[in-house]
């Protein structure tokens, strides 16, 4: 299959495509020749676009050590998107509907999501600096020397608390604060919120669902 | 007034008589979605994530089975079961659904049946719909953005902090919001209280 028609058919693959590091011209390539092209395993990549279009996996397949890295540095590509582009996005978006709507609820708008990008920062720092290396210390030595610090429902509770407070945040543009001057700003921010979702969503599903079974069979 | 979308499972052997009545159902101009099942049983699965409201259902599938009818019947009281009449059926069979469909009636007198029992759920859904606090709810709200804990907010309205909690689950069901941050941006919006 060519790999503009997966794009054609769901353009939130791009980003999937940017956590590769594949860039977006595809000429008229099968996603077999592009994931050679680029060093990238297709497997890992198959599983990750049926993930994208909304089927999860019946069971995860044995990948072997250099796909596993892959996965790994696909989540860190995704946190990097997350902290240097997503959310510094949304919250420019932000800034400019305090100019444009006066109404008291809106500045506290800013300060909720401050403190909530905080909390994404200290979760995603925890994750690059703690779980990721462990990680791929378990993959070269098969018997990590020290005693594993995460735990996988501290994994989950972090993952849920960061998508709620997103679904907060639509919840309260969509449904509560008033309208000033703000209606495009808020459409994009809106937006924005719901591509963000989208996209931890998937990542949060890649690591429980299927990098935390991985690592556990190498412990 | 916006419509909310009217699920209608269809339970009938007969490709005729289901691809007649799936014609003459998407021919009205409701939001309507259907779905063939082929036993009773499967209401029980699809009710969880979308509920069901109408069943549509040759009531010869039901008579071997009656008493399963009637605990599912029971079980999902909400739910209005249509039959469709084209052969004998036992009146006592027939007295267990909400109305009948003859093979004889007309497409809009069929339409009309249905959008008897879509009148009666919108107005049910819509009282349940409604995101209005009660005014509990909103001395709760307004004792939980000046940052008081449970225990304190149960000492000033003279309640027990198991209600308390109760409350704020009912808040949180009905505005789609926990955190109280996220209650103050509500309150200060809904101008239950100003800053």
Known sequence: ?219 | MSERKLHIAILEPSEIIYEGIVNILLSSTHNIHIFRIDSIHEISNSNEQEPTDIVICNPLVISSNFSEFTEIKEKFGALIWIAISYSFSEQKLLQAFNDIIEITDKPETIIQKIENFNTNMLLHSKQKQQDVLSEREIQVLEQLVKGLSNKEIADVLHISTHTVISHRKNITQKTGIKSQSGLTIYAISNKIIQL
């Open chain 1, 1 to 219: 299959m060519k790999f503009s028609e997966v794009i054609f058919e769901n353009p939130s693959i791009l980003i999937l495509m940017e956590h590769f590091e594949i860039p977006c011209l595809v000429h008229e390539k099968t996603i077999e020749e592009i994931c050679k092209e680029h060093n990238v395993p297709i497997n890992v990549v198959l599983l990750f676009i049926n993930l994208y279009n909304g089927f999860n996996p019946t069971q995860i397949p044995n990948f072997s050590k250099k796909e596993i890295e892959w996965i790994i540095q696909f989540l860190q590509n995704s946190h990097l998107y997350y902290t240097d582009y997503k959310y510094p996005e949304i919250q420019s978006y932000i800034k400019e509907l305090t100019v444009l709507n006066t109404a008291p609820e809106v500045k506290l708008v800013e300060t909720f999501f401050n403190e909530y990008f905080e909390e994404v920062i200290e979760h995603l720092e925890y994750e690059n600096q703690k779980a990721y290396p462990f990680f791929k210390k378990l993959l070269q030595e098969n018997s990590p020397k020290e005693p594993k610090n995460f735990s996988s429902e501290e994994y989950h509770s972090h993952h849920t608390d960061i998508e709620y407070k997103l679904v907060e945040l639509k919840n309260l543009l969509l449904n509560h604060i008033s309208l000033g001057n703000d209606g495009i700003i808020r459409r994009k921010l809106l937006m924005s919120l719901f591509e963000l979702e989208y996209d931890l969503k998937i990542h949060s599903l890649i690591e429980e669902m299927i990098l935390v079974p991985i690592m556990r069979k190498y412990e």
